[in-house]
């Protein structure tokens, strides 16, 4: 409740410094004109500055309460849910531009349009004396002190909503449990801010300056044309510099913004190897060298991670493997085939690396298998080899118990289908050709290659050669033609080379 009061009073003093601010700014303006008028058309202009003042803060306060209602709700009532305390969050983010139509608007329709509305009626009544002339440029000297103010407004705005902003977040950790954000929302864009910041500031003054100018020339007797004919020229070379200028400060601010948030959205997309180029001079330089030295932290977790990865994968294989002194190494050699297979065939390095890690869990599910069953030296009976058969279920089931499950997520289809044949006679689906996982059909032919030329309790393994040609002759009707002559190929050049050598 502190922190409401204390904002409320904050947003009242800006207000209410900045309108004296304004209102000095007009009357000065106002004083500047040669006015030769009675008391009574004196009391007149009073009377109409006064009206419209009261229309403006009338206005102004309407519009003041609707902004602040849903902010003032939280603090008065009690919290309903995280979604009322996460809309009043983004509503006070946009409190500053909020300010600025509740500037501009009250201004606009309340205090210069029946201020120059009253004035010209008394003029064409014969109440007043002033030319409607001086009524034009006033409206305009108002219009472009209400800007300024709203500018002001603005950035006091911004920095008055930050304590309230932070008790929303407290609010909401500790009675939800959740996080408070935008989520990326971008409410007012930078360049945006600095343009008009930059064009007010640099434009406003000369404007009014300009329209002073005009009330002591028409005093001396000088018209509009003439005083117009080097002021429009003066004008004219301002505005185009400001808003050049004001274009290329927003864009010497924004590239190094630009630049992070590029390098950020690689961070978040898993790509953590490119740091921030450090293009720059000014501060940002040391914005760029602390992003870089939290990447680098971050690299060397990721490092860290990725080996631990590692050896689990290999732990898992090695584990499995022993089991069978008859199969010790299989899942390593098949996860060495494989990533060749798959090298060949020009894989990305991140697939790749999903593919050995799939091939060397491809047989976990021979852990669900009993002793006497996987490790009978005699022949399989037809009920042992069913449970055989069952091996990629029970490996596709083990690693989904893994979590989190979307980690797990690109191992799967390998370890299930790596026993399906290409002219769909395999298990435990019978998918044929293309149907077959990606995966499955490289780990097909590597788990053949090396089953073949392993040795078993009641067999003993092929010659490598002849294993190559088993493999070549069943391109197309078990295995992938593609894969498997990739493979093929591959040996058969390996060989010769050594043979050469």
Same mark, same amino acid.
């Given at each position: 409740?502190? &922190?409401? @009061?204390?904002?409320i009073s904050r $947003?009242?003093?800006?207000? +209410?410094? =900045?309108?004296l601010l304004? !209102?000095?700014? %007009?009357?000065?303006?106002i004083?500047?004109a040669?006015?030769?008028i009675?008391?009574?058309?004196?009391?007149?202009?009073?009377?109409?500055?006064?009206l419209?003042?009261c229309?403006?803060l009338g206005?102004?306060?309407?519009?003041f309460?609707?902004?602040?209602?849903?902010?003032?709700?939280?603090?008065?009532?009690e919290?309903?849910?995280?979604?009322?305390?996460?809309?009043v969050?983004?509503?006070?983010?946009r409190?500053p531009?909020l300010? &600025?139509? @509740?500037?501009?608007?009250?201004? $606009?329709?309340?205090?210069v +349009?029946? =201020?120059?509305?009253l004035? !010209?009626?008394? %003029?064409?009544?014969?109440r007043?004396?002033?030319?409607?002339?001086?009524?034009?440029?006033?409206?305009?000297?108002?219009?472009?002190?209400?800007?300024?103010?709203a500018?002001?407004?603005?950035?006091?705005?911004?920095?008055?909503?930050?304590?309230v902003?932070e008790?929303?977040?407290?609010?909401?950790?500790?009675?939800?449990?959740?996080?408070?954000?935008?989520?990326?929302?971008?409410?007012?864009?930078?360049?945006?801010?600095?343009?008009?910041?930059?064009?007010?500031?640099?434009?406003a003054p000369?404007?009014?300056?300009?329209?002073?100018?005009?009330?002591? !020339?028409?005093?001396?007797?000088?018209g509009?044309?003439?005083?117009?004919?080097?002021?429009?020229?003066?004008?004219?070379?301002s505005?185009v510099?400001?808003?050049?200028?004001?274009?290329?400060l927003?864009?010497?601010i924004?590239l190094?913004?630009?630049?992070?948030?590029?390098?950020?959205?690689?961070?978040?997309?898993?790509?953590?190897?490119?740091?921030?180029?450090?293009?720059?001079s000014?501060?940002?330089?040391?914005?760029?060298?602390?992003?870089n030295?939290m990447?680098?932290?971050l690299q060397?977790?990721?490092?860290?991670n990725s080996?631990?990865?590692?050896?689990?994968?290999?732990?898992?294989?090695?584990?499995?493997?022993?089991?069978?002194?008859y199969?010790?190494g299989?899942?390593?050699?098949?996860a060495?085939?494989?990533?060749?297979?798959?090298?060949?065939?020009?894989?990305?390095?991140?697939?790749i690396?999903?593919?050995?890690?799939s091939?060397?869990?491809?047989?976990?599910g021979?852990i669900g298998?009993?002793?006497?069953v996987?490790?009978?030296?005699g022949?399989?009976t037809?009920?042992?080899?069913?449970?055989v058969?069952?091996?990629?279920?029970?490996?596709?089931?083990?690693?989904?118990?893994?979590?989190?499950?979307?980690?797990m997520?690109?191992?799967?289809?390998?370890?299930?289908?790596?026993?399906?044949?290409?002219?769909g006679?395999?298990?435990p689906?019978?998918l044929?050709?293309?149907?077959?996982?990606?995966?499955?059909?490289i780990?097909?032919?590597?788990?053949?290659f090396?089953?073949?030329?392993?040795?078993?309790?009641?067999?003993?393994?092929?010659?490598?050669?002849?294993?190559?040609?088993?493999?070549e002759?069943?391109?197309?009707t078990?295995?992938?033609?593609?894969?498997a002559?990739?493979?093929?190929?591959?040996y058969?050049?390996?060989n010769?080379?050594?043979?050469s050598?």
């Amino acid at each position: 409740m502190t &922190v409401y @009061r204390t904002f409320i009073s904050r $947003l009242l003093l800006n207000y +209410v410094a =900045g309108s004296l601010l304004a !209102l000095i700014a %007009i009357a000065s303006l106002i004083a500047a004109a040669p006015l030769d008028i009675s008391p009574s058309e004196y009391a007149w202009l009073i009377c109409i500055l006064g009206l419209s003042l009261c229309c403006m803060l009338g206005l102004e306060w309407f519009v003041f309460t609707r902004q602040i209602k849903p902010i003032r709700s939280v603090f008065m009532e009690e919290v309903g849910s995280y979604q009322t305390l996460q809309n009043v969050y983004i509503r006070t983010h946009r409190l500053p531009s909020l300010a &600025v139509k @509740r500037i501009l608007g009250p201004h $606009l329709f309340g205090l210069v +349009v029946p =201020g120059a509305g009253l004035t !010209l009626g008394l %003029i064409q009544a014969g109440r007043l004396s002033i030319p409607p002339y001086y009524v034009l440029l006033a409206a305009l000297g108002g219009m472009l002190v209400s800007g300024m103010h709203a500018l002001v407004e603005y950035y006091l705005t911004s920095y008055a909503i930050r304590p309230v902003l932070e008790e929303l977040i407290a609010w909401s950790r500790k009675m939800f449990g959740k996080e408070l954000s935008l989520h990326g929302r971008v409410i007012v864009p930078v360049s945006r801010k600095l343009k008009w910041s930059f064009f007010l500031m640099s434009m406003a003054p000369l404007l009014l300056y300009s329209l002073s100018m005009q009330f002591r !020339l028409e005093d001396y007797g000088h018209g509009a044309y003439t005083y117009w004919q080097w002021a429009g020229y003066i004008l004219a070379v301002s505005i185009v510099f400001a808003l050049i200028g004001s274009r290329l400060l927003a864009r010497e601010i924004m590239l190094p913004i630009q630049h992070l948030y590029e390098r950020m959205a690689e961070v978040k997309s898993g790509r953590i190897r490119t740091g921030a180029s450090d293009l720059f001079s000014d501060e940002f330089s040391r914005l760029v060298s602390g992003f870089n030295h939290m990447l680098r932290g971050l690299q060397t977790q990721a490092a860290l991670n990725s080996q631990l990865v590692d050896s689990y994968f290999a732990t898992l294989a090695a584990a499995l493997d022993a089991r069978d002194p008859y199969t010790a190494g299989h899942s390593l050699r098949v996860a060495e085939y494989a990533v060749k297979i798959g090298e060949l065939a020009s894989l990305s390095e991140e697939r790749i690396d999903e593919l050995r890690k799939s091939a060397l869990l491809h047989d976990i599910g021979k852990i669900g298998i009993r002793d006497a069953v996987l490790l009978k030296e005699g022949r399989l009976t037809e009920e042992e080899w069913e449970q055989v058969k069952q091996h990629p279920v029970l490996g596709e089931a083990i690693l989904k118990q893994v979590e989190p499950a979307d980690a797990m997520a690109p191992y799967l289809p390998g370890v299930r289908s790596h026993h399906e044949r290409y002219d769909g006679g395999g298990y435990p689906d019978g998918l044929s050709g293309d149907e077959i996982p990606l995966f499955g059909r490289i780990i097909a032919v590597a788990d053949a290659f090396d089953a073949m030329t392993s040795d078993r309790p009641y067999r003993k393994g092929l010659e490598r050669e002849q294993a190559i040609e088993i493999l070549e002759q069943g391109r197309g009707t078990q295995w992938d033609p593609y894969f498997a002559e990739l493979f093929v190929q591959h040996y058969r050049r390996d060989n010769q080379s050594k043979a050469s050598g």
